[in-house]
């Protein structure tokens, strides 16, 4: 489900980058939902704005399973989400669009006991984001800490790659070079 934040207005087709958010930009501590909760992976704001600088569309891309477990609701997402926008625009960074899945196909009740097209490794929320803003899926690409999350950029068409920790703008300026 996406979070509503202003579309680009240009229908130029742009490259877009996609993160998964638990475990790429921030520690998985396991169902953060809180800002309190959040710890910044190092280079996470700066690879956001390095990506914006060049010119990519910036998405995030995020499985909520503690949704439908009821841990907490979709409107904790979407107001930790506006917080994480709130500190990426403090360092000149943003967020084109945060999309989440609250569903869980073993968990939870309907209708977010379910088996869906969005919860990755489906590309739904990927498909989504290339449906709703002008993105040019060559050059685009995916960082994700799963293989669930490699799986979804491959069945959306684009690249994906397995983020392992460590400084994420040497990872972004990393694939940014090769594409050069």
């Known amino acids: ?54 010119g990519f569309l910036v998405f995030v891309v995020t499985n909520q399973g503690g949704v439908a477990r009821g841990l907490y609701s979709e409107e904790h997402v979407r107001t930790l989400h506006r917080w994480m926008q709130q500190e990426l625009r403090a360092v000149g960074a943003h967020v084109d669009a945060f999309y989440h899945c609250p569903h869980h196909p073993d968990h939870g009740e309907p209708p977010y006991r379910t088996d869906c097209t969005c919860r990755k490794p489906e590309p739904g929320m990927l498909l989504q984001a290339m449906a709703e803003w002008p993105v040019e899926p060559k050059g685009s690409f995916l960082i994700g800490d799963r293989d669930t999350d490699v799986q979804a950029a ?27």
Request: hydrophobic residues 40%.
């Open 154 to 180: 491959q069945r959306a068409g684009i690249e994906g790659t397995l983020y392992r920790g460590g400084d994420l703008d040497a990872v972004v300026a990393g694939i940014l070079a090769r594409m050069a």
């Open 1 to 54: 489900m996406p979070d509503t934040f202003p579309k680009a207005r240009n229908a130029d087709r742009r490259k877009a980058a996609f993160f998964d958010r638990d475990g790429v930009l921030n520690e998985d501590i396991g169902f953060a939902h809180r800002p309190d909760q959040i710890t910044w992976m190092p280079g996470a704001r700066e690879a956001v704005k390095r990506l914006n600088d060049a």
